[in-house]
Each structure stands twice: as structure tokens, then as C-alpha cells.
């Protein structure tokens, strides 16, 4: 079977945004495990992860349009709700997990929400 030139640039589309997503994902799950705080942990957990969901969904919705006609709001309602949800919750954890006293790891590091906590109170 014969391909035609925009199929073969959907196809190639579909799996570029699949191996994004995917390394984005593996990314992710490598830097939760690797990095030493949860500031960072939370950093790869909402950030790398949010783009690779995202990736692998617009990957599968050009597939199944591409192959089978098929617009997927689902698809589109589900990359908007993890695009708006993922970095919220993300700064929500860490707002929280500040709040409640953990500290970042981190030798020389200075704290401009703690800082500005201070200056409130302070007022």
C-alpha cells in the first residue's frame, strides 16, 4: 500500500508526539526518584509529567483523526484539565509543604516566600 505525503507526515507527527511524551514521562519518573528534596521531586512530578500526558494525548488525537475520522473532545477536555490542573496542584503541595515547615536542600539557597512572610508579619 502506497502512502500519501500527508499521511506519512501524520504518522510521523503521531509518533514524534508519542516519544515526546514518553520521554517526558521517563524524565519524570526518573527525577522523582533522583532528586534530593520535594521541591524538586514536586518540580519533576508536575512539570515533565504535564508535558508528556499532554504529548501522548495530542499524539493519540491526530491518530484518531488521522485513521479513523474521529475528533475526541475527550481527548481535548482531558489536555486542558492536565494542563491547568498539574502546575496548580504542584504549587499548591509545595505552598503547603512550606507552610507546614520543610525546608529545600539546597546549601546556599535563599527564600523570597519566607522572606516575604516575615516582612507581613513584621508590618
Known amino acids: 500500500m502506497i502512502e500519501t505525503g500527508t499521511e506519512i507526515l501524520l504518522n510521523v507527527s503521531v509518533a514524534l508526539f508519542l516519544l515526546i511524551g514518553t520521554f517526558f514521562v ?5 527525577g ?15 512539570k515533565a509529567s504535564t508535558l508528556g500526558i499532554s504529548a501522548m494525548l495530542i499524539g493519540t ?16 477536555l482531558a489536555i ?12 499548591m503541595i509545595s505552598r503547603a509543604a512550606h507552610r507546614s515547615g ?11 516566600y519566607e522572606d ?8
Open 26 to 30: 521517563l524524565s519524570s519518573s526518573l
Open 32 to 46: 522523582i526518584v533522583r532528586f534530593p528534596d520535594l521541591y524538586t521531586r514536586l518540580h519533576a512530578a508536575t
Open 61 to 76: 488525537f491526530i491518530f484518531l483523526y488521522a485513521e479513523h475520522d474521529i475528533v475526541s473532545g475527550k481527548l481535548l
Open 80 to 91: 486542558i484539565f492536565i494542563l491547568l490542573t498539574a502546575p496548580v496542584s504542584g504549587h
Open 102 to 112: 520543610v525546608k529545600p536542600i539546597a546549601p546556599n539557597r535563599s527564600d523570597a
Open 116 to 123: 516575604d512572610m516575615q516582612k507581613q508579619e513584621n508590618y
